[in-house]
């Protein structure tokens, strides 16, 4: 069978056991290719843009690292996406201890000064306001929620590509998109957004 362009290069290795041969996958291409959306991914659930640099490294040493090689190079996908999920719930965990000692901080050194700055309204754009309104929305909802319509609308993906990418059927694939659909326009209503 001849190797399609969007497939990594992978040579057969002896595996760990019996000798069998376990493909060896190219993680560099692989990562390029899976990158995007896997940034995707890691934003959804942090929530914080300039973070997603630092989890994708951490995700592109854990896939390197691997202890026990992928067996099965279809299955790549759904392993990075799990990788992903973990990487970027103990950035959070780092994170969340982190900002604890920094408040601690500010609350020991509180300045006595106060910022009188205010944002000048002008420079708000009905479009810039739309997308903050649909910000705040999506941060209502569950990581998870948030995380497939952010893989539906940024990546154009079918429901057939969420369901290879995270490892789950078709059916739940849009049953899931069909509910965070639904919470998000809930969501908007509760912000009194209009045309939801």
């Known amino acids: 069978m001849a190797m399609t362009s969007s497939e990594p290069h992978r040579e057969p290795q002896p595996g760990p056991k019996h000798g069998k041969c376990v493909p060896e996958i190219d993680w ?22 300039q973070a997603i640099d ?25 392993w990075l996406y799990r990788l992903a999920v973990t990487q970027s719930l103990l950035y959070r965990r780092k994170q969340g201890r982190r900002r604890k000692l920094t408040n601690r901080y500010a609350e020991r050194y509180r300045p006595t000064e106060q910022d009188t700055r205010h944002a000048d309204p002008l420079d708000w754009l009905l479009s810039e306001e739309r997308r903050e309104q649909v910000r705040t929305a999506l941060a209502g909802l569950t990581k998870q929620d948030a995380e497939i ?11 057939h590509d969420l369901a290879e ?13 069909h509910r965070a659909r639904k919470r998000l326009r809930t969501e908007l ?3 009194d957004v209009v045309n939801v």
């Open 149 to 159: 319509l952010l893989l539906k609308y940024t990546e154009d993906w079918s429901y």
């Open 165 to 177: 990418h995270l490892g789950i059927s078709h059916s739940a694939a849009e049953a899931r998109l």
């Open 54 to 78: 630092d989890v994708m490294q951490e995700v592109a040493l854990a896939a390197v690292r691997q202890q026990s090689p992928i067996a099965d190079p279809d299955k790549v996908a759904p």
């Open 28 to 49: 560099q291409a692989v990562l390029a290719e899976h990158d995007r959306w896997l940034r995707t991914v890691v934003g959804a659930r942090l929530g914080e843009p």
């Open 189 to 191: 209503a509760a912000m």
